[in-house]
């Protein structure tokens, strides 16, 4: 008797075992949103002209998030790429002022779950500008150049709102520098003697809430349609900033449409791609 | 959560010590303060030329009030650049640009391009290359290469072709009269080929506050001698008051040169680099705002003496010689 409980104990055990080895394995799923949109625009570049240039301009940004590990859905990284190029006029519209700034980001981000509808994601999002503006006109100083990066607090508000037919989901994102390293040039300053002849003192500044202030806020609305969940959205982007005696403002509102989608990707060292997942490269 | 929401509103609360970039309304009094401002905040020369620009101000608003239409107000505002006697000082609306001309008009032109023309000098069969007007003269002992704007651009390949045509000369003019100017780079450039050494021939500085002296730790400006082609024999470099900005800089680093020197009138000066802003009216004004120092650290503002001076003398002319290109002829000689 006791010979059989022990036998049948062993083959409980294997059967176990064997179905835990069954067990399908995890894939991370990427969420990946790309929205071009339509903004105005209304700078202050003290070092270029102290008038308040405007105009408008066209957005493009990508932004991808996933989970960090499969097994852990409460931590996710972040990153971002957004271009924005425009062309702004002096209030007498005697001076064109044309920009092109490119921001990158990367982040991290802790998930609450309040409830079934509603997810909140904060964290952190340290990214680097890369701006040119041009007045054309101006002699000696037609170009400033915005060189910066930043540590900015982030937020990302998530509501599902249950429709008859479809869920839609309002999406709320928030994020304000905190710290971070700037180039602002003194206004007195040519190019020739900072970059020549290599007279950059002082031209690089720590940035804090005291001399940089910004809130970038984009309100989005997700609705599903059949493969892809496309998005409507503004954004209010304002930033001020002050050094070597320049207040630079940045006034941006971008009308934003794009599509959001799920993609998983097989790639880096390991190409852990199973079999039965179809590659242009196989 | 009450925390960060705390921490939040202490962040925005600190923010607000940015002040909002001050403007001014587009009035004749707005365009008034904000063209003083500039001046008084920006300008390079206030100290160096005792220039008391708060008395300039105390006679140029009561005038502001009494202004009929844009033309009269562009004229005095005009009026008020003018007292910084500065030719790189400048406004500009759409139906004019001011100036200072003084800086010449007051002088002899020691130049005259009809005399170069003539075949004592460039005659007709001149060459051009790179927007130099190159020849030989004094029956081919002499070079004679003759450069009216730094702005038009060369190559290291055209000035090697100018000077292989010199090689059988004594020496070389570079003839800079009436030169009024242009790229800080091309006239770093021509003073390389000059050179068989790296020197620091000038300094540089700039504002760093809005108070009059506030400015920077003068870098140096180094001529930094061409690796491949450099003229060693004698070299004349021409000037007039015409010789003004990027061409006093070329003169303040030819100062520096072997072999070189200067011959003619005291340069015209214009040794602050210019840079510009605008007013609400939209119009632009241009100002010397990075003052350059010659290697000895004395400002170059008001112009380079020669290291011989010579005016061109009416007999002369009237004989068909340039005083200036003779004596420089005489020199290599």
């Keep these: 008797m006791k010979k059989k409980i022990v036998l049948a104990l062993g083959i409980f055990a294997s059967l176990i075992l064997s179905a835990q080895n069954n067990v399908e394995p995890k894939y991370l799923l990427t969420t990946k949103s790309c929205s071009v949109g339509y903004s105005i625009l209304s700078f202050i570049d003290p070092y270029l002209s102290p008038a308040v240039y405007s105009g408008n301009g066209l957005t493009y940004v990508s932004d991808s998030r996933r989970y960090f590990t499969p097994n852990n859905n409460l931590y996710s990284s972040q990153s971002r790429f957004r271009i924005l190029g425009g062309s702004m006029l002096n209030p007498t519209s005697s001076s064109e002022m044309i920009y092109l700034g490119i921001n990158y980001g990367w982040g991290a981000n802790y998930h609450f779950r309040l409830n079934n509808n509603l997810k909140i994601l904060a964290g952190g999002l340290l990214d680097v500008d890369v701006a040119f503006k041009d007045i054309s006109r101006n002699i000696n100083n037609p170009v400033n150049l915005d060189l910066a990066t930043n540590f900015n607090i982030t937020g990302l508000l998530l509501y599902d709102i249950h429709m008859k037919k479809r869920t839609l989901q309002l999406q709320v994102a928030m994020q304000t520098p905190v710290a971070g390293y700037m180039f602002v040039p003194f206004g007195g300053a040519s190019y020739y003697d900072m970059f020549e002849l290599g007279s950059l003192t002082d031209a690089f500044h720590f940035s804090s809430v005291y001399n940089k202030r910004g809130l970038d806020q984009t309100y989005t609305l997700n609705v599903p349609f059949n493969s892809v969940t496309w998005r409507l959205g503004v954004r209010l982007h304002n930033l001020k900033y002050k050094a070597n005696e320049l207040v630079f403002k940045q006034n941006e509102v971008s009308f934003i449409v794009g599509a959001s989608f799920d993609v998983i990707t097989f790639g880096g060292r390991k190409r852990t791609a199973p079999a039965n997942f179809i590659s242009t490269n196989n | ?333």
């Design chain 2, 1 to 333: 959560m009450k925390n960060l929401i705390i921490a939040l509103f202490a962040l925005f609360a600190l923010a607000s010590c940015i002040d909002e970039p001050e403007t001014q309304p587009n009035t004749y009094a707005g365009n008034f303060e904000s063209l003083w401002k500039i001046i008084d905040q920006k300008y390079c020369f206030l100290d160096y030329k005792n220039i008391n620009w708060d008395s300039i101000y105390t006679v140029y608003k009561p005038r502001v009030d009494t202004v009929s239409n844009q033309y009269v107000f562009f004229d005095l505002m005009g009026s008020m650049l003018g007292e910084l006697k500065d030719g790189h000082v400048n406004l500009y609306s759409a139906f004019d640009k001011s100036r200072y001309w003084k800086w010449f008009t007051d002088y002899p032109t020691n130049f005259s391009s009809s005399l170069i023309g003539t075949n004592r000098y460039l005659g007709s069969d001149y060459r051009i290359a790179g927007g130099f007007q190159y020849a030989t003269i004094d029956n081919g002992k002499v070079g004679y290469m003759c450069y009216e704007d730094f702005s038009d651009g060369f190559s290291d390949t055209n000035i090697a072709y100018i000077l292989k045509s010199f090689s059988n000369c004594k020496g070389l003019i570079i003839d800079v009269r009436n030169n009024g100017g242009g790229s800080l780079d091309l006239s770093s450039q021509l003073a390389s080929y000059f050179f068989t050494e790296d020197k620091v021939t000038g300094y540089m500085s700039h504002k760093t506050g809005s108070g009059h002296s506030d400015f920077s730790k003068p870098v140096e400006m180094l001529t930094v001698a061409h690796p491949t082609i450099q003229w060693k024999r004698p070299v004349v470099v021409l000037t007039n008051r015409l010789s003004y900005s990027a061409t006093n800089a070329f003169v303040c680093r030819m100062k520096e040169a072997p072999n070189t020197l200067i011959v003619g009138d005291k340069t015209g000066g214009g040794g602050g680099m210019p840079l510009s802003s605008e007013l609400p009216n939209g119009w632009l004004v241009r100002f010397s705002a990075v003052p350059m120092f010659d290697a000895n650290m004395n400002q170059i503002e008001w112009g380079i003496d020669p290291d011989i001076k010579v005016d061109m003398s009416l007999a002369d002319e009237a004989a068909g010689y340039d005083s200036i290109i003779e004596k420089a002829i005489s020199l290599i000689k």
